[in-house]
C-alpha cells in the first residue's frame, strides 16, 4: 500500500498538482477578502474529474498553502490574510515597523513548515492506532459520536449559542432532503426530480461561503478598495539562521502541541490555535512585556501553531469521518466523492489513498517552504490587484465550480439560493458554519440511530449499555453543558456592561 | 432592525419551519417491522427547532430592550452596491444556461467590476478586457482542455 502511495504521489503530474494547489492556496490565503476556505471550496468540484489521489493532493496543497499564506499580509498589512493569522499580527506588526519585515516573513516560512512537519508525523502516528480502536465501532457507536460531534455546533456559535443550535439544526433538515437512508423513501422532495439525490455539500459550501461573501463586498464596496498600506521589506535566506531558530525550541513544540491539539478538537480551528500559543508563550515567557513590541516569540508561535492545526485536524476526519472545521468539510466532500469512506475501515480498505495523503501533506509542506520563500516578491505584487476585479471572478468560478459537480443548472441556482440564505443569516447574525456540520453530520446521525435500533430491536438502551456509545454521549452531555454554562456567563457580562 | 427584532423574526420562521417540517414527516410511514421509519428522525429535528426557537422568543421578549438601540450605521454600507450585485449573481445564474457561458459570464464580469469598483478608478475598456480575456481563457480551458462542456446557449457558442 505504501508503495502504491508512493507511486501516485511521486508521478510529475500529481507533483505538478500539488504545486500549483500550494501556489494558488497562498494567494489566497495571502489577499484579505480571499479566504483558504473559498479556495477549497473552489477547487473541489474541479477534483471530482480528476483521478482520486490527483484530486485529494491538488486539496491537500490547497489546504496547507491557504493556512501559510495568511502571515504574509498579517506582517505586511497588519491584517491577516487568513483568520488562523490573527496573531502573527501582533508581533509582526511591529517589527516590520521597526524595518524587520522581512526577518518575520522569513521566520513565519520557516516555523510555518516545522509546525505543519511535527503535525504532520503526529496525524501518521495517531491515525493508525486511533483506526484499531474505532474498529470496535457500530452503529450505536457512531450515533453517540455523531450526537457529540453535533455539540461542535456549540463552540462553533460564537456569541449567539441558540442562533447557532438552530443554524446546525436547519443543516440537519436540509440534509433530509431525498432519498431517506434504510428504507429509501422521498422526503421534503415536492415532486422536484431535481431534488431526490438532496442537495450537493459543495453546492451549499460555495454558496454559503463564497457567494455570501460577494454579496457583502457589495454591500461594502467602499471600503473594498481602500489601498492599506504596504511596508516594504529586505530579506536575505529565511532572515535567521537555523542554530538561531532552533534555540526557540520550547517555544516550537509547546506552540505545535497547541495546534495539533487544537486540531483534534473539532471546531475550534486555527484562529484559536494562533491566539492560545500565543498567550501561551507570552505567559510562559522570561520577558511577557516584549511581546506585542515586534519579537520573533510572537511569530513563532502564532505561525507554528496554525500550521499544526492541519495535521490534528485530519486526525478525526481520517478515523471518524468527523470534520472539525470547513476545511476538512471539504476533504470529506472530495474523499466520499471518490468511494473513499473515512473511518475505521479506510486504512484497509482505501489505505494507498490515507499514505498518499500522508506524503502529499510532506511534498505540499516542502513545497510551501521552497516556493512561498522564493516567489515571495510576486505573492507581495499580488497583494496590489484591486479587489473589485478579483471578487467578480471568484464569483465565476464558484458558478462554474457548482455547474461542473453534476453539468446540471439546478446546482447553480442552489449557489444562488444559499448565498442568499448565507446573507440573511448573516444579517440576523446567526452563525453559517454550524449550518455545514449539521448538514453533514444529518445522514450519519440518522442512518446510525436507524440501524442501531434495528439491531437492538427497538431498544434505546443500546447506546446507554454499550460502553465506548455511553462514554461519547457522556462527552457530549459534558461539552454541550460546558457551552450552555460558557454562553450564560458571557450573556450576564455583556448585560452587566451595557 | 433592532437586535430583538432580529431574535424575534429569526424564532418566528424557525418555529414555522419546525411546524411545516413535523407535518410533512407525519406522511412518512415505518416500511419495515423493526424501523422506526424515515419519519421518525424528522419529527425529532422538528421538534427541537420548535423547541430551541421557543426558547430563543422567549429569551428575546425577557430582553426588555437593552440594546435595543439602533445599531450605528457603518458609513461604509452601501445599498445601492449591495442591491446590484444581488441582482447581477441572481441575472448572471438566470441566463447561464439559455444565453451561455461565454456571453453570460462576459457581461456579468463587466458589470460587477464596474459596481464594486470606486468611481475615480474606473478603467471601461481595461474592464471590457479583462471580462472577454478572463471568460474565453476560462471556456478555452475547460471546453478544449480539459474537455468538460459548459452552456453554449442560444447563440451556440
Known amino acids: ?498 | 432592525m433592532s437586535h430583538k427584532k432580529k431574535d424575534i423574526f429569526v424564532s418566528v420562521i424557525f418555529i414555522a419551519l419546525g411546524v411545516f417540517m413535523y407535518i410533512q414527516s407525519m406522511n412518512f410511514k415505518p416500511l419495515m417491522n423493526n424501523d422506526i421509519g424515515s419519519g421518525f428522525f424528522p419529527k425529532i429535528v422538528a421538534i427541537v427547532i420548535m423547541t430551541i426557537a421557543t426558547a430563543n422568543l422567549l429569551l428575546a421578549f425577557k430582553n426588555k430592550g437593552e440594546d435595543d438601540a439602533k445599531e450605528a450605521k457603518s458609513k461604509d454600507s452601501d445599498l445601492f452596491g449591495g442591491w446590484v450585485t444581488v441582482a447581477l449573481i441572481g441575472i448572471y445564474v438566470l441566463v447561464y444556461n439559455s444565453v451561455g457561458f461565454l456571453i453570460s459570464t462576459a457581461a456579468y464580469l463587466f458589470l460587477q467590476i464596474l459596481v464594486l469598483c470606486p468611481k475615480e478608478k474606473r478603467n471601461i475598456p481595461m474592464f471590457g478586457v479583462i471580462s472577454v480575456i478572463t471568460s474565453v481563457f476560462i471556456y478555452a480551458m475547460f471546453v478544449y482542455a480539459i474537455n468538460m462542456p459548459l452552456p453554449r446557449g442560444i447563440f451556440g457558442f
Open chain 1, 1 to 498: 500500500m505504501v508503495m502504491e502511495a508512493i507511486s501516485m504521489i511521486f508521478n510529475p503530474f500529481c507533483m505538478f498538482l500539488i504545486l500549483v494547489g500550494v501556489i494558488i492556496g497562498i494567494i489566497f490565503g495571502s489577499i484579505p477578502g480571499l479566504s483558504s476556505t473559498m479556495a477549497l471550496v473552489l477547487f473541489l468540484p474541479m477534483s471530482f474529474g480528476m483521478e482520486p489521489m490527483n484530486g485529494i493532493a491538488l486539496l491537500v496543497g490547497l489546504y496547507l498553502g491557504g493556512i501559510s499564506g495568511g502571515l504574509i499580509s498579517a506582517i505586511l498589512l497588519k491584517i491577516p490574510g487568513t483568520p488562523s493569522s490573527i496573531a502573527t499580527v501582533f508581533d509582526g506588526g511591529p517589527m516590520a515597523d521597526k524595518g524587520e519585515a522581512g526577518k518575520a516573513l522569513g521566520v513565519g516560512i520557516l516555523t510555518s513548515f516545522v509546525g505543519g512537519l511535527i503535525s504532520i508525523f503526529a496525524l501518521m502516528f495517531i491515525s493508525p492506532t486511533l483506526s484499531k480502536v474505532t474498529l470496535l465501532f457500530t452503529s450505536a457507536e457512531y450515533f453517540s459520536v455523531a450526537i457529540f460531534a453535533l455539540t461542535i455546533i456549540a463552540s462553533l456559535s460564537g456569541n449567539s449559542l441558540i442562533k447557532g443550535i438552530l443554524s446546525g439544526l436547519f443543516g440537519l433538515a436540509i440534509s433530509l432532503v431525498g432519498i431517506a437512508p434504510v428504507d429509501g423513501i422521498r422526503r421534503f422532495t415536492f415532486g422536484q426530480p431535481q431534488l431526490y439525490g438532496g442537495f450537493e455539500t459543495v453546492v451549499i459550501l460555495i454558496g454559503v461561503y463564497a457567494v455570501t461573501d460577494i454579496i457583502f463586498a457589495g454591500f461594502n464596496r467602499n471600503s473594498i478598495s481602500t489601498d492599506a498600506v504596504k511596508t516594504t521589506y529586505e530579506l536575505k535566506g529565511f532572515g535567521m539562521s537555523l542554530k538561531e531558530y532552533f534555540t526557540y525550541w520550547r517555544n516550537i513544540i509547546r506552540s505545535s502541541l497547541v495546534g495539533i491539539g487544537i486540531g483534534i478538537l473539532p471546531g475550534i480551528g486555527g484562529s484559536t490555535a494562533s491566539l492560545l500559543a500565543y498567550t501561551a508563550e507570552k505567559n510562559s515567557s522570561k520577558y511577557p512585556e516584549k511581546f506585542g513590541t515586534g519579537i520573533v516569540d510572537g511569530i513563532i508561535a502564532s505561525e507554528t501553531s496554525n500550521n499544526a492545526v492541519i495535521g490534528g485536524s485530519l486526525i478525526p476526519l481520517i478515523t471518524m469521518g468527523i470534520p472539525g472545521n470547513v476545511a476538512t468539510a471539504v476533504f470529506l466532500g472530495g474523499l466520499t466523492i471518490h468511494g473513499i469512506s473515512p473511518g475505521p475501515l479506510i486504512f484497509e480498505k482505501s489505505g494507498k489513498y490515507v499514505y498518499g495523503i500522508f506524503l502529499a501533506l510532506i511534498v505540499a509542506n516542502i513545497f510551501m517552504l521552497i516556493f512561498e520563500r522564493a516567489g515571495l516578491k510576486l505573492f507581495v505584487k499580488l497583494l496590489d490587484i484591486p479587489k473589485y476585479i478579483l471578487l467578480p471572478i471568484v464569483m465565476v468560478s464558484c458558478v462554474l465550480g457548482a455547474y461542473c459537480a453534476n453539468f446540471r443548472i439546478f446546482d447553480v441556482w442552489c449557489v444562488f439560493v444559499f448565498g442568499i440564505l448565507g446573507f440573511i443569516f448573516k444579517l440576523l447574525k446567526v452563525p453559517s458554519t454550524p449550518l455545514i456540520i449539521g448538514f453533514i453530520l444529518g445522514e450519519m446521525t440518522e442512518l446510525n440511530l436507524r440501524q442501531a435500533l434495528m439491531q437492538s430491536a427497538g431498544s434505546w438502551s443500546i447506546f446507554v449499555t454499550r460502553p465506548i456509545s455511553l462514554i461519547f454521549l457522556i462527552i457530549a452531555v459534558v461539552s454541550g453543558v460546558m457551552a450552555v454554562r460558557r454562553s450564560v456567563a458571557s450573556r450576564k457580562t455583556t448585560s452587566q456592561g451595557v
